[in-house]
Nanobody, 124 residues
């Protein structure tokens, strides 16, 4: 069982920044690939980005590339999503997810555990 808890969401003006955190339980966090997804009511969950177990490889959706950065601290079992130059269309509930396989992917079904999500609202 892996528990994930996101924090850091909130209300920000367009052009602003937020940093989301996702704290994970478990003694083998460093073996998990981690992903960030987001969802708007009435729409499917959307891939935002992922990071490999070592943190050496990341990938992002085109919509956030160059604005968002994922990092992780395997010493404190936490993954981060730094969001800069935020736009109103970034408004969503953001979820982190863990893939025990260690395979970082955009495909949500490859992830085994999910957090409860944190709301991000970007005002225009």
């Amino acid at each position: 069982q892996v528990l994930l808890e996101e924090s850091g969401g909130g209300l920000v003006q367009a052009g602003g920044s937020l940093r989301l955190s996702c704290a994970a339980s478990g003694r083998t966090f460093s073996s998990y690939a981690m992903g960030w997804f987001r969802q708007v009511p009435g729409k499917e969950r959307e891939f935002v980005g992922h990071i490999s177990p070592s943190g050496g490889s990341t990938d992002y959706a085109d919509s956030v590339k160059g604005r968002f950065t994922i990092s992780r601290g395997n010493f404190n079992n936490t993954v981060y999503l730094q969001m800069n130059s935020l736009k109103p269309e970034d408004t969503a509930v953001y979820y982190c997810a863990a893939a025990l396989s260690g395979i970082a992917t955009w495909y949500s079904l490859e992830y085994d555990y999910w957090g409860q999500g944190t709301q991000v609202t970007v005002s225009s």
